[in-house]
């Protein structure tokens, strides 16, 4: 019997990232989404409430497949693939305010919390459109469409040069555009296949798994060339940045493994073995820490600052989206098979709640400020709002 992330993947056989910039350093919460085998148990969920509870289920357009979080104007974003159209959601009421179409199947977001503005890739489908829709977040509108390499599947931002990122799949190539101009200032090629991207404003590198090389393209923001080309595990699938340490980590999704690198030497410093089907990894910006979430093994691996494994947690079946509080120092994990979401305490690396949500939840984002999470359910075009 097919899994229920085979239903989903059916459609969305490709990465998936979605980032917030933050007024501190870039944060980044990387999910990406694989065709699943056809035979999965299914995981043991504890019956764990901790006052989270979801509040609100808001229906959206097709196929919610990506969302991120604007904490200062309490509004979410919601990436609906098969509407090619962004759901704006206002916090305070829980209603959709407006509903902005953008570029054939988008996949993925990023928000610029410094200017207000949010970037969206589309023509990941058939006609490969390759664009990236520019919106007004003050006005809901797009403002600017700009064209980009072949299947644009990934975005990251860097708001301290006002530059965005598409990785482009089929291209080979990364995509930087100007945040002042929305033009594309620089197309650099990098390995084969790339399927996730991030930036980190204080070193000014941009970070590019290429599944198909087995490597990471680090790039230099100030030059937009290849600095360094780096040997991963197989099938480099997700990246996560940690700013504090400039500690970059890769979740092989082929070797159940994720590659840790420095941000200094650009070098392999630990590979450490982690659950099978590995294509999600967080890092929480407070502790150090990293989460990755493999969806066959029902687990979140967690690597503390010594750059080893530290706990493996399990949660429910196949989880597939982080979002981290720092605040509340939590992690939110969204399990596409067993329709629910995980709530882990940082601090004791145990589940605290398990929320029922939507069918299939599948991207999921956090407002630290208010401590409400949203969950893009893509079974039943609906988002579910969770808070305690």
């Not at 990232?17 to 501190?24: G, K, Q």
């Not at 309490?74 to 570029?103: C, F, H, K, P």
């Not at 509108?141 to 644009?152: F, K, L, N």
């Not at 720092?326 to 004791?348: K, L, P």
């Amino acid at each position: 019997m097919a899994t229920r992330k085979q239903d989903v993947m059916r459609l969305t056989q490709r990465a998936v990232i979605f980032a917030v910039a933050t007024l501190a350093p870039l944060a980044c919460v990387v999910a990406t989404a694989v065709a699943a085998p056809t035979a999965l148990a299914r995981a043991t969920v504890p019956a764990l409430t901790a006052g989270i509870k979801v509040t609100a289920t808001i229906p959206v357009g097709q196929h919610p497949v990506a969302v991120a979080v604007d904490p200062l104007t309490r509004t979410s974003y919601v990436v609906n693939e098969l509407s090619d159209s962004v759901s704006v959601i206002n916090e305070r009421t829980n209603t959709v305010v407006a509903t902005v179409g953008v570029g054939h199947t988008p996949s993925s977001i990023a928000v610029d919390l410094l200017t207000d503005t949010i970037y969206v890739p589309g023509g990941n489908g058939e006609d490969h459109e390759n664009t990236v829709s520019v919106i007004n977040g003050r006005t809901n509108t797009v403002v600017a469409t700009v064209t980009v390499g072949d299947e644009p599947v990934a975005i990251a931002l860097d708001p301290a040069t006002n530059t965005i990122y598409t990785a482009n799949a089929s291209g080979n190539t990364v995509s930087a555009i100007s945040g002042r101009t929305n033009k594309v200032i620089a197309t650099t090629r990098v390995g084969r296949a790339p399927q996730s991207i991030a930036a980190s404003p204080r070193t000014n590198a941009i970070y590019v798994p290429n599944a198909g090389s087995n490597t990471v393209s680090v790039i230099s923001a100030r030059t937009n060339r290849v600095v360094a080309t780096i040997r991963a595990g197989k099938g480099p699938a997700a990246v996560a940045i940690n700013g504090q340490t400039n500690t970059i980590y890769v979740a092989n999704d082929g070797g159940n493994t994720v590659s840790v690198i420095s941000g200094r030497t650009n070098t392999v410093i630990s590979k450490v073995r982690v659950g099978n089907e590995s294509t999600a990894i967080a890092v929480s910006p407070g502790t150090g820490t990293s989460y990755v979430g493999s969806a066959l093994s029902h687990t979140v691996s967690v690597i503390g600052r010594t750059n080893k494994l530290a706990a493996r947690i399990r949660v429910g079946s196949e989880p597939d989206g982080f979002a981290v509080n720092r605040r509340a120092r939590t992690i939110y994990v969204a399990n596409i098979g067993g329709n629910s979401v995980s709530v882990i305490n940082a601090r004791t690396n145990r589940v605290i709640a398990t929320v029922r949500v939507g069918q299939a939840p599948f991207a999921i984002a956090v407002n630290s400020r208010t401590g409400t999470a949203y969950v893009t359910n893509v079974n039943d075009n609906t988002v579910s709002v969770l808070t305690s």
